[in-house]
C-alpha cells in the first residue's frame, strides 16, 4: 500500500509555529530516508491565508529531484497553479470542497464555481507534464452544512475524471467519516470514475482515522494520505483534528501484512524531531510505544 506523505504540507499548514525553510527541507529527506515515495511538500496558496506556506518555491528549490521520489504541490486556483508550474514539482494536486459551507469559507467561490476552475486547469498542469489529481475535500461530512450527499461526491469525481485528473482523493477534512460509509463513498466515486487512481486522505479528529483507514484498504484505494507525527488540520474548519500519523498506519498495516515499503521507526524519530521543532506534543503513538514486538536490544 503506498502512503503519500502529507506532513510538509497538510502537517505544518495550521500549526503556530512556522518552520524554518531549513527544517522543512531536513523534514522532507527524513521522509525520504523512511521509503516515502510521494511527498506533498507545499501548497501554493496566498501567504496571507496561510503564512505556513509562504516560502514554497524556496522548499521546492531546496529540496531538487529527489532520485524516486514523486513531489506534489497542493494548488486552490490559476494563481496557484501558475507558481507551481514554474517549480520542479512532479505532481499537482487540486482541491475541491463537496459542501458549500466549506467552499464559501476556504474558497470564497461555491463548489461549482470552484469545480469550474479546476476543470479549466486541469488539462494545463497534464499539458506541462504534471501528474493531476484531484482532491475532494470534506466528502464524510461538513463542519458548516453538516451531512454531504453521497451523490454530489460522486458527481465531482465524475467531472474530475471527465477533465483528466490521473487519481481522486477522497478528504475526511473534519474526521466525519466511519468504515461504512468509507466503502460506500470509495464505491461510488470508483462506479463514477472508473480506470482512475483512488488515494483516501483521513484526520483523526473523532479517533475514527485508522479504523476508516483499514476500511478504504479493504475497499480497495491505491493509496493512503498521512502526515508523520499525526499532525495537521484544516485552517479553515473548525475544531479539526490532526492527519493519521505516517509511522503508526505504517505499523499498523505492516502488522495486517500489508507492506509499505516504509521504516516507522524512522518515521517515528521523525515524528520526535519534528515535535521538538514545533514546540508541540506528537499526537502519533509509535513515538511514545514503540513497535510490538518490542526492538529486543542484545547484550
Known sequence: MQLVEV?????????????????????????????????????????????????????????GSPAGVSTIGLVLNRRGLDRALATAVDEVNFVVAASEGYSRHNANASVDETMTEVEAMLPDAVA??????????????????????????AGLAARAAEAGAGEIALGDTVGAGTPPDVVRRIAAVRDAAPGVRLRSHFHNTRNTGYANAVAAVEAGVDALDAAVGGFGGSPFAPGAGGNVATEDLAHLLERMGVPTGLDPMVLAETAAWLGDRLGAPVPGMLAKAGPFPPLVTKS
Request: charged letters at 25%; a negative charge.
Open 128 to 153: 506541462a507534464g504534471r501528474a493531476a489529481s484531484v482532491t475532494i475535500s470534506v466528502a464524510f461530512g461538513d463542519p458548516f452544512d453538516g451531512e454531504v450527499p453521497l451523490r454530489r461526491v
Open 7 to 63: 506532513g510538509p504540507r497538510d502537517g505544518l499548514q495550521a500549526e503556530e509555529r512556522v518552520l524554518a525553510t531549513a527544517d522543512k527541507v531536513a523534514l522532507i529527506r527524513r521522509c525520504v530516508a523512511a521509503g516515502v515515495t510521494r511527498i506533498e511538500v507545499a501548497s501554493f496558496v496566498h501567504p496571507k491565508l496561510v503564512p505556513t506556506m509562504a516560502d514554497a518555491e524556496d522548499v521546492v528549490a531546496a529540496i
